[in-house]
């Protein structure tokens, strides 16, 4: 029996009267370059770790853009399951045969299972699992982006960003914080409010905080320092999904991301740096969300719009200081079977 409703109904994401609660339980296991005696800790190796991470997810989709970044591709092979999901698992659908070729198997359910037979919370994506014995080891989505950075240094490609530097670090954690608690988080606490105030008051958090980041992104290119950062890969991936999901599905709509010029100008920056909207599938985002709640879109109706080829348009971003990978390099072609299917070009 699953510890929470929203683990067992397929499509029930809100419980009414109640706010929105994350269950952020996770397997908090750590992939580390030296691991203690007793730690709860496994070590790094190149080729056994594979990351299971929908493009469809904005948490997983974290993960893809670090690893893309980072020049992670060989240490750690990629999983991609489908956009859709029921209240069992998400799966590998796809895949041939609806296998994940390398654990072969067609639920990820089945990886958390290995880790713990009786595991009763949520199969989440990303979900980073050991190949040598088919189990999670980690679904610990914060920690496990910043373990990329720090604790994989060894198998950084040449060029590679510091996403994370050391002496930043601690204005980056305090801005992740708030982007996490009013916009990330806060999306998903307006759509699955089960009352009117606790939809209210989440909707007055999270565009106070954009209206924040629209001020704090004025005159700077980037969130902390002068160069892209981990706070800023966690920001991008709720602001690209803004307008065809939250504005309208989860009715965050005092103001499209479109009529907010400095977080949309700078969301078109990211977008346009290579490991960043090459990551995106536009059409997986809308299925997964207009699909999978069905509290909220009981017909399942997937809207057509908005075009996505506006993120292609200029953003004159440039003209502020700042370049995009600091003294590095950017990433080199996304790698075969890794581009997405649908991904937005002009005409």
């Given at each position: 029996?699953?510890?929470?409703?929203?683990?067992?109904?397929?499509?029930?994401?809100?419980?009414?009267?109640?706010?929105?609660?994350?269950?952020?339980?996770?397997?908090?296991?750590?992939?580390?370059?030296?691991?203690?005696?007793?730690?709860?800790?496994?070590?790094?190796?190149?080729?056994?770790?594979?990351?299971?991470?929908?493009?469809?997810?904005?948490?997983?989709?974290?993960?893809?853009i670090v690893?893309?970044?980072?020049?992670?591709?060989?240490?750690?092979?990629?999983?991609?399951?489908?956009?859709?999901?029921?209240?069992?698992?998400?799966?590998?659908?796809?895949?041939?045969?609806?296998?994940?070729?390398?654990?072969?198997?067609?639920?990820?359910?089945?990886?958390?299972?290995?880790?713990?037979?009786?595991?009763?919370?949520g199969i989440t994506v990303p979900a980073l699992v050991d190949v040598t014995t088919g189990a999670v080891v980690t679904n610990d989505y914060a920690q496990m982006t910043l373990d990329f950075s720090t604790e994989w240094t060894e198998h950084h490609r040449p060029g590679a960003p510091d996403?994370?530097?050391?002496?930043?670090?601690?204005?980056?954690?305090?801005?992740?914080?708030?982007?996490?608690?009013?916009?990330n988080n806060g999306v998903y606490r307006c759509g699955f409010a089960g009352s009117q105030e606790a939809y209210e008051a989440a909707y007055l958090r999270l565009f106070e905080a954009l209206d924040w980041l629209e001020d704090r992104l004025r005159l700077q290119r980037y969130l902390v320092g002068d160069s892209i950062t981990e706070a800023d890969v966690r920001l991008f991936t709720t602001l690209v999904r803004f307008d065809a999901v939250y504005h309208g599905h989860f009715k965050c709509n005092r103001s499209k991301l479109t009529e907010m010029p400095v977080l949309w100008a700078y969301a078109r920056d990211l977008f346009q740096t290579p490991g960043f909207g090459d990551?995106?599938?536009?059409?997986?985002?809308?299925?997964?969300?207009?699909?999978?709640?069905?509290?909220?879109?009981?017909?399942?109706?997937?809207?057509?719009?908005?075009?996505p080829v506006e993120w292609l348009s200029p953003h004159d971003r440039e003209k502020l200081d700042g370049s995009p990978f600091g003294e590095g390099t950017p990433p080199g072609r996304v790698r075969n079977g890794e581009r997405s299917p649908n991904p937005v070009e002009l005409a």
């Open positions: 029996m699953a510890e929470r409703p929203e683990h067992s109904k397929g499509g029930v994401y809100s419980r009414k009267g109640e706010e929105f609660d994350r269950d952020t339980r996770y397997i908090a296991t750590r992939v580390k370059r030296t691991v203690d005696d007793g730690e709860d800790a496994v070590p790094v190796e190149p080729g056994r770790y594979r990351l299971i991470a929908a493009r469809a997810c904005p948490w997983a989709n974290r993960t893809i690893r893309r970044l980072l020049g992670l591709e060989d240490a750690i092979s990629l999983g991609l399951p489908g956009p859709t999901h029921d209240a069992d698992s998400w799966t590998f659908d796809l895949d041939p045969g609806e296998v994940d070729p390398v654990l072969g198997i067609h639920r990820l359910k089945d990886a958390y299972l290995k880790r713990d037979p009786h595991y009763s919370r996403l994370y530097p050391e002496g930043l670090r601690e204005e980056i954690d305090e801005v992740m914080a708030r982007i996490y608690h009013d916009v990551t995106i599938d536009f059409e997986q985002i809308k299925r997964h969300y207009y699909i999978v709640h069905t509290d909220l879109n009981p017909n399942q109706i997937v809207p057509k719009g908005p075009d």
